[in-house]
């Protein structure tokens, strides 16, 4: 059954490695799962799940092995809910009375009810005490009120009375391709590492501890500065104008970047990189910075990140005195080339639908003066411009 599980696991994309396999299997020697079903889906996500994107294929394939879940195209299917669950489950968290009135209906009994019910019932239900439903007092459904009854669909516990949880997945789909969200931004982020020690001595090095003591006969305590990640990154964030639709997703991936790099310098720029570009919204036209001083200040060895839809007439890159706002002596593209010179690492992170980019001119030469480097807003987009930035 467990290799059957591992098999799966693998066959859906789940990168389980033979280590994890028989670190799962030590634990449960060890009866880590102390004998629950749910206990042992806990203590197995926990270690064979290392990126979370994976959790909802490792919650599918539970369901599917062990037959103890919904998977996303199965309805409810009253001859797979498992006796042995609600069983322990009265055991467990029932009291003596309560247990004593599950066994005068008997549990058979609950759970044949609850096929009938199942087979009969084809919309929703308020109230009652028989269909599967809400606010009633029928053992099945939501929020009613009885001490025997099956928990479906209700966000939490609030007597502690249902005999079983039997509901939908606890994860969503963290599918690559999907909108970031705050969740798995930082884990696309963190694709970027160069660790260094750096700052003053603040962490114990045990090894160094341990061989300094064996030689001097004495405890003497070894300190080291800690290991942070030493990578350099600008990052250039459109603002304004069709960017308005995606401000959202922009504040939450300058949010992640905050925390994710220590080393972290922001400008803004409206449509296009020109002479000058700022560090505050509200002051955008008292306190510029002129862009060449940008290129002067931060060398060669940062990473720069753009984060903008693209989407503008071509003149606005092409043409001096394109920009909407002011008069440019020079064009974007003279700008957007220098950029790319001093700082061959350069990727373009555009929040709009990849299926969007050949409807516009301008998105398709931004991504040519960056040697096509413009990757979409999502948590496979990301993680694939951390990856060409750390080359």
Not at 113 to 138: C, D, M, P, V
Not at 199 to 209: F, H, I, V, W
Not at 299 to 328: C, K, Q, T, W, Y
């Amino acid at each position: 059954m467990f290799l059957a599980f591992f098999a799966a696991l693998r066959e859906a994309r789940v990168p389980v490695t033979p280590r994890e396999f028989l670190d799962l299997m030590r634990a449960l020697e060890a009866d880590l799962a102390d004998k629950s079903v749910e206990d042992f889906y806990r203590l197995s996500r926990a270690l064979l799940v290392k990126d979370e994107r994976n959790l909802d294929k490792f919650d599918v394939v539970f369901a599917e092995v062990f037959r103890g879940a919904l998977t996303p195209s199965a309805g409810v299917e009253p001859t797979e809910i498992p006796a042995e669950w609600l069983r322990r489950a009265i055991e467990r968290i029932l009291s003596p009375e309560e247990r004593a009135e599950i066994e005068a209906l008997g549990l058979e009994a609950l759970l044949a009810k609850l096929a009938e019910r199942l087979a009969e019932q084809r919309e929703r239900h308020q109230g009652g005490n028989k269909r599967i439903g809400t606010a009633g007092t029928s053992p099945f459904g939501a929020y009613g009120d009885n001490p025997a009854g099956v928990r479906m669909g209700q966000e939490r516990s609030r007597r502690s009375s249902a005999v079983k949880i039997w509901d939908k997945r606890e994860f969503k789909d963290f599918a690559g391709d999907e909108e970031l969200g705050p969740r798995n931004i930082r884990l696309a982020l963190s694709r970027l590492r160069r660790f260094a020690r750096e700052g003053a001595a603040e962490e114990l090095d045990l090894d160094d501890t341990i061989r300094s003591t064996a030689d001097h006969g004495y405890l003497d305590v070894k300190m080291r500065p800690e290991r942070r990640n030493a990578v350099k990154v600008l990052l250039f964030l459109d603002v304004g104008g069709s960017m308005d639709w995606h401000v959202e997703a922009a504040e939450s991936l300058f949010a992640a970047a905050r925390l994710q790099f220590k080393r972290l310098e922001h400008f803004y720029f409206h449509n296009c990189l020109y002479e000058s570009v700022w560090k505050s919204n509200r002051r955008r036209f008292e306190e510029r910075t002129p862009t060449m001083d940008v290129i002067n200040s931060f060398g060669r060895d940062h990473r720069v990140v753009f984060v903008g839809d693209a989407a503008m007439s071509p003149h606005e890159i092409l043409a001096p005195g394109g920009s909407v706002e002011r008069h440019n002596p020079e064009s974007g593209e003279t700008w957007l080339r220098r950029a790319v010179a001093h700082w061959p690492r350069s990727v373009w992170i555009n929040p709009s639908p990849p299926e969007q980019w050949t409807y516009a001119q301008s998105t398709r030469i931004i991504s040519g003066l960056l040697d096509q480097r413009m990757y979409p807003l999502t948590p496979d987009g990301v993680e694939a411009a951390m990856r060409a930035l750390a080359r």
